[in-house]
């Protein structure tokens, strides 16, 4: 067994609570390697690329902090389907599989292998520049074509299957999985997914326009994202909250961003992978439960 203990770094500091586990597992005779990371600040460093590219040697990883950690974790693991388990220390904890409280049970049961599997859908997706340059990426809640913080509307057109949609002017086009319903998709007014559907939901977000609704899709379909050809403002590529590049409407400030831009995007193809995200759970999850009590009765309902 060998086990991968990704903690997140927060203003230079590292979770007290690794401490105790590590000394947990060296009891245990489990082998681990501690792998300390900022949310979306080093994702770029050959650092990260390294550990992405070794993570198929363990066993299981397990996630300290909140669900931005765990969907830094999961970025790590990428299509490799390693095992996750998130502990939750953060907030709303929807990806996590075990509370502080189940601390060390929860590492029982995950180094006996006797947690709950609970796979998420990946989402995939093409960027096709004008160049000839293409990309790819994956994410796990969302990936979306914004206007980001630039001041005016954009305007998207919108495909599934080759079939055209719409034409979105607003804040641009996010796309989610079940797994990001419950994140910014729901705050741009889309619908809570069960986490087992397989498919996508695409939002217009903030659309100037009272006929634009969100559609869910099966896993099966592709939505594509496309500039149109009146469109002259600069967009944003998200994925899970990260930005990739900006299309250039006119000049760029590239300090802004997290890479040089690479010139003009022609489309941006969305599909759902044959890559499942292994989560695990420790004990009992209900996830209409848990949406009841964090959006409806909670905190958050307020």
Same mark, same amino acid.
């Not at 217009?204 to 899709?217: D, E, F, G, N």
């Not at 930005?243 to 590239?254: C, E, L």
């Given at each position: 067994m060998k086990v991968l203990l990704f903690n997140m770094v927060v203003d230079g500091q590292e979770a007290h609570y690794l401490d105790p586990v590590c000394k947990w597992l060296d009891d245990k005779g489990v082998e681990y390697v501690v792998f300390s990371d900022e949310v979306f600040k080093d994702g770029h460093d050959q650092r990260f690329k390294d550990m992405s590219a070794s993570v198929s040697s363990f066993d299981i990883v397990c996630s300290f902090g909140g669900d931005g950690t765990t969907l830094r974790a999961a970025h790590a693991i990428g299509k490799s389907e390693v095992p996750l388990i998130s502990f939750n220390f953060g907030h709303?904890? !929807?990806? /996590?599989?075990? =509370?502080?409280? +189940?601390? !060390?049970? /929860?590492?029982?049961? /995950?180094?006996?292998?006797?947690?709950? *599997? +609970?796979?998420?859908?990946?989402?995939?997706?093409?960027?096709?520049?004008?160049?000839?340059?293409?990309?790819?990426?994956?994410?796990? =809640? $969302?990936?979306?074509?914004?206007?980001?913080? !630039?001041?005016?509307?954009?305007?998207? +057109?919108? *495909?599934? =299957?080759? =079939?055209?949609?719409?034409?979105?002017r607003g804040d641009g086009v996010l796309v989610s999985t079940s797994t990001g319903s419950t994140a910014y998709s729901l705050s741009a007014g889309g619908p809570i997914m069960a986490p087992d559907h397989e498919g996508l939901c695409v939002?217009?977000?903030?659309?100037?326009?009272?006929?634009?609704?969100?559609?869910?899709?099966t896993k099966m379909d592709t939505v594509t994202i496309m500039p149109n050809a009146e469109n002259r403002q600069?967009?944003?590529?998200?994925?899970?909250? $990260?930005? !990739?590049?900006?299309?250039?409407?006119?000049?760029?400030?590239?300090? $802004?961003? /997290? +890479?040089?831009p690479k010139g003009e995007v022609i489309s941006v193809e969305v599909g759902v992978s044959d890559k499942k995200l292994n989560l695990r759970r420790f004990g009992k999850y209900d996830f209409y439960t848990h949406i009841s009590k964090v959006f409806f009765r909670g905190e958050n309902a307020r």
């Open positions: 709303l904890g !929807f990806l /996590a599989g075990a =509370n502080e409280e +189940d601390l !060390f049970s /929860a590492l029982e049961a /995950a180094i006996t292998g006797q947690l709950t *599997e +609970d796979p998420r859908a990946i989402l995939e997706a093409k960027v096709s520049y004008k160049n000839g340059l293409i990309e790819y990426h994956i994410a796990f =809640n $969302e990936l979306v074509v914004s206007r980001g913080h !630039f001041g005016r509307i954009v305007t998207l +057109d919108l *495909e599934i =299957n080759n =079939n055209y949609l719409d034409t979105i939002v217009p977000i903030s659309p100037h326009s009272l006929a634009s609704r969100a559609v869910i899709t600069r967009l944003v590529l998200f994925i899970d909250g $990260e930005v !990739f590049w900006i299309h250039p409407g006119s000049k760029v400030d590239v300090s $802004e961003i /997290a +890479d040089d």
